[in-house]
T-cell receptor, first 111, second 110 residues
Framework: GEDVEQSLFLSVREGDSSVINCTYT??????LYWYKQEPGAGLQLLTY?????DMKQDQRLTVLLNKKDKHLSLRIADTQTGDSAIYFC???????????FGRGTSLIVHP | NAGVTQTPKFQVLKTGQSMTLQCAQD?????MYWYRQDPGMGLRLIYY???????DKGEVPNGYNVSRLNKREFSLRLESAAPSQTSVYFC?????????FGPGTRLTVL
């Protein structure tokens, strides 16, 4: 089955850019998602990209997809303290509708 | 539109006690899910239901049962709670590939 990997922690200074990385194993992946989990809350969809796209930009968020390397990244420009949260990568592979989640990356933003 | 709701928010059980976690969604979604979240482990799928009347095991089903009571409601039951079931439990429903999560139930088993 699909395996999704993320690093567990990322620490950045306020105002810098953050880049959260994710790798996956199934080349038939169709939909790739980024979810955000704030403390004490459930996950909320942040953005997504289809497998036929290389890049998607949405205000401060940029998603890059490298299908050859099976690598997905989320860039947050001008990172704010309110961006401190856990970010989950999730991948839906061809033949299944159930997403596989990574373990989540804790983003810590220092003033 | 409340989205996905879960009750209770917090629960403390003694080993061997039973309880049911409730989940409801008002978005008319067919698919619903139960996950547990443990530190460093991410989300692990316990059970899911593709539609009313069907349920299937996920990655970690042992010690749990589920009921898809109707399209809105999907409950998770612990028949005999164990300390290893101390976790945060999330219910989710799905539209297309996007999942919508409830606020979670924090369960402690002593």
């Amino acid at each position: 089955g699909e395996d999704v990997e993320q690093s567990l922690f990322l620490s950045v200074r306020e105002g810098d850019s953050s880049v959260i990385n994710c790798t996956y194993t199934d080349s038939s992946s169709t939909y790739l998602y980024w979810y955000k989990q704030e403390p004490g809350a459930g996950l909320q969809l942040l953005t997504y990209i289809f497998s036929n796209m290389d890049m998607k930009q949405d205000q401060r968020l940029t998603v890059l997809l490298n299908k050859k390397d099976k690598h997905l990244s989320l860039r947050i420009a001008d990172t704010q303290t309110g961006d401190s949260a856990i970010y989950f990568c999730a991948v839906v592979s061809g033949g299944s509708y159930i997403p596989t989640f990574g373990r989540g990356t804790s983003l810590i933003v220092h003033p | 539109n409340a989205g996905v709701t879960q009750t209770p928010k917090f629960q403390v059980l003694k080993t061997g006690q039973s309880m049911t976690l409730q989940c409801a969604q008002d978005m008319n979604h067919n698919s619903m899910y139960w996950y547990r979240q443990d530190p460093g482990m991410g989300l692990r799928l316990i059970y899911y239901s593709a539609s009313e009347g069907t349920t299937d095991k996920g990655e970690v089903p042992n010690g749990y049962n589920v009921s898809r009571l109707n399209k809105r409601e999907f409950s998770l039951r612990l028949e005999s709670a164990a300390p290893s079931q101390t976790s945060v439990y999330f219910c989710a429903s799905q539209e297309g590939g996007e999942q919508f999560f409830g606020p979670g139930t924090r369960l402690t088993v002593l």
